[in-house]
Every structure is written in C-alpha cells, then in structure tokens.
C-alpha cells in the first residue's frame, strides 16, 4: 500500500495565495497551545490539530508557518448590524486571515499523518506487530489522509470564495470614493475641455433589480433575427402561427417554397389566418376567402371587386434548418448567426413547447447549473453530488464559458438562445471534469422567444456524437420530447412561482453570488440594449 505526498501541494498552494495578500497575519506563539513535546520520524512538527481548537505541540523549524494565531478571536463582532463598505471590507480581511491559518493546520495534518504512515513502516517497529495489526493501522490512516484531503480542497474553496468577497469589496469601496470625488469636484471656468473630461466618473454600478409587473418589451429588443420554427414543421401547405412580441403572426411557405410570415389577422374582419388554408402558396382567408401572399398583399376577393390591400409582414428566412424573423423596425442584419451543433454531433430531436413563463426567467433558469443538484434529482441530475463549490469560468468580457465542476460547456447567443455542450458517459451520468475528458457529449440549443409578457414559444434541439441508430428508432423523438417535457416540468414548477413573486415585488435577482455570472452578464446584455448603448457589453462588438 503506498500514500503519496503529493497531497500536501494543494494546501500550500492554499498558503501561497494567503500569505501573498501580505496581510498583517500574526507569528506569535498562540496563547491557547499547550501540550506535550516530542517528535516522530524524519520530519519535526510544531502542532497537530486534530479539530478546530485542538492542538499537540512540537518544536521544530516549521514553527514559523504553523504558530499563527487562530483569527477569530480578533475578528470585530457586527452580528445584527448593517455593515458599511469599511466595515464589509474589513470582514473580508479577517475572512482570508481565517482561511490562511485554516490552510496551515490542514497541511500540518497532512504532515503528522504521513509521519504516522513512516512510523508505523518502520523495519525496527515490524517485529513488535503482526501483519495484520499493520494493515489495520495502514488502513486506518489512509482513511484519514482521505478525510484531511477532503479537508484541503474545502480550505481551497473557503479561499477562492473570500477572494472574491475581498475584491468585491474593494472595488465597491473604489467606486464609492470615485463617485464622491465626482460629486466634490467643482472645475473652474477656466478649466479645459480635456481636463474637465478627466475629472468626469463613471457612476458606480447599480445593483440589479428584476422585480414587479412584467414591462412591454422595448423596441430595440425586437431588432435581432429570431428563429421561431424548425424547418421539418413547416409543410407546404401548411401553416404555423405564432406569437413574437404580444403580436400574433401566421408563417406558411409561398409558391416558391421560400418561407413568408404575415401577421394573423384578415385586413377584412379581424379573423384569424391561421384557421383558413394554404391555396397555392397563398393563406386564404375562412370567413370570406381573401388571400394573401407571402409579402402581405392581398391577390384574390372572391364576390368583390380586388382592392389595394397589404398585411404586415416581416423579414423572413430559411437558414440550416430554422426559420428566422425580423420583427424590429431597424434594417435586418445582414447575416443570419449559425446554431448548427459542433462537428461530429447528429441532430436527434427537434421539439417546440409554449410555456408560460416571461422569456427572460427562462433564460435566467437555463443559464444556472447550480440549481441541478437540487431541482433535477428524478431526472439528469439524479445522483450528482453537492460540491463545495460551483463555478463558471468565462472571459472577462464574454457571455461563454464553462463549469467547475461539471463537464459542461455553456454559452448565452444574443438575443435569446443558449448553446451548451456536456460530457457524459450515460444517460444521467457525468464523466470527467471538462467536456474534453469525456468520450461522448450530448448538444443543446434552447431558443426563448418572447411571445408575450407571460409565455416563451420554446424550441430545443438535441444533439449527440455517439449512437447514431438512436435516430432511425422509430418513435424516437416522442420518447425525446417525454424526456425534455420531464426536466422542464422540475423548473417550471419554480420559475412560475418564482414569476408571480417578481410580478408582487419580489427581486428575483436580490443576492447574486458568484455561480450567476452569466446571467447576471445576459440582464446586465439586456439592460444595456434596452438603455440604446452603442457597444453592447460581452460581445465582440463592445
């Protein structure tokens, strides 16, 4: 049986990043050590700490980075109070001074333990116990590196998360003495242009607040390409109505068999195209028969005489599989973005589900994989372990990237689609920690689009790079849809509960921590469309 050393780094490392804060970290004797001297092995120790408080003193030339004093005790008392940015600011500190000596009596553990493995492996000791005493002792230690491992990597994520505290802090801080210099400065008439343009500030950043009625969209949300239906739905001959934006619109396929949409509504009596029929490639209307093409016009008024009439209609297209509207006054953009999945992947399913929830709750639902663990045990989360920490890794200025620790590539596709790749073995399992240690993968592009203030038109598409012949089964795709319809239903028992609560008042974006960055990076996108900012924020233009 052999245990490795190799389990001390991650500790240090812990250290390391502490100590590199230079934070005033005491190296005093703690008043509270007492024990009992001695030393064991090659390797000399000061302490041991078996629990928080429990101490076995040793001297030895480690005193150094182990006799630190237990932080807590220093630590200023605002239980019940509300802090300042100072104050907030100073709790962080002690955070990290708490997470440093934390680190120290984790590696020290670590230390004492392989000193026990040396002692109980030692040839002088062998003749005073049996085989099997040793592998019982042998056992029971590896059994406590594992626990003291196990230790460590908690210690390495109490460290990340105080980091992140401290920096937030201190940026906050930053923004609030810029903001008051801003407010202090007074500029004298004979100031120039340019240095009246540095004493300018950007004001600090405003929390985000989503609560209270659902507004009406803003129009510059509607200026994007939307994809509204998958190719394979719309027949000829057939058409597919639909809502974008509170305003209802039919798409059918016109003579040519290029796809058209028309809004949903007879120009004659306000009935519903969408009840009438596609009479060679035009929408024929079921109460008195008029039809219209595929750009609106009106070309046949049976028992009238043809008037000068036109629908609305809208910029319509045919791209990889999907069909795309601009519904926004500005030009379209030139170029319909890609949603093909990866090379390598099959497409197995393609299902369209209204649901009735605001689009951009969904969207905040499909951007957290935090919430797995807890929301979907009955379906692909079943078994997943609570880790100690979630994260998601992303650029500075992005709106992709991917998950610690779960193996999933994860992107937010303006304006309303989110692309993820994940690594799994089987289904419901998750294999490796990066979607490039996994064998096989399985490709999702979800689409909200805004049908109104209350309900999203959703469409999915699933993709895999394995298991080919799952596509030709019959009656596959029901049994896909079975499966989605499974998983959507856990969330959505939340995210309308969570939306009557938004429309009472409730923040539903009050205390965002740092497993929400993208969507807090798609509300902050949102915003600042909304706002009309030239470069958007996380893209490429910006």
Known sequence: MSISVSSIQPAMNTVAIAAALSLPISLCRSSKLNGKKGERGGIRVFAVFSKEGDTLEKKSAWSTIFDVEEPRFKMPQYKGKFLDINQALEVARYDIQYCDWRARQDLLT??????????????????????????????ELQEELAQADMQVHISEARVATALDKLAYMEYRLLQDRNSTDCDQASPSPSTSTQSSNTVKRKPPKKNLDVSGPVQPYHPRLKNFWYPIAFSIDLKDDTMIPIESFEEP??????????????????????????????????????????????????????????????????????????IWIWPGDEPPAANLPSLLPPTGFQIHAEIVMELPVEHGLLLDNLLDLAHAPFTHTSTFAKGWNVPSLVKFLTPTSGLQGYWDPYPIDMEFRPPCMVLSTIGISKPGKLEGQSTRQCSTH?????????????????????????????????????????????VLDEDLRLVVGQQERMINGANIWNLPVSYDKLGVRYRQWRDAVEQGEKHLPFTESS
């Open 110 to 139: 670590i230390m004492l333990l392989h000193d026990k493995v040396v002692e109980v492996l030692n040839p002088l000791a062998r003749e005073y116990k049996s085989i099997g005493t040793l592998k019982k002792d042998l056992a």
């Open 249 to 322: 619109w039919v798409i059918f396929r016109g003579k040519d068999g290029k796809p058209g949409c028309v809004q949903n509504t007879c120009a004659h009596r306000a009935c519903p195209l969408h009840l009438g029929s596609v009479n060679e490639g035009r929408i024929q209307c079921p109460y008195h028969g008029w039809e219209y093409s595929r750009d609106g016009t009106c070309e046949k008024m049976p028992s009238t005489r043809l008037l000068n009439v036109k629908l609305k209609s809208l910029p319509c297209f045919e791209q990889e599989g999907m």
């Open 442 to 486: 399985l490709h999702q592009l979800h689409v909200c689009l805004p049908s109104s203030r209350d309900k999203t038109r959703l469409l999915y598409r699933m993709s895999l790079d394995f298991a080919p012949i799952l596509k030709h089964i019959p009656f596959m795709q029901y049994l896909w849809r079975h499966f989605a319809k499974q």
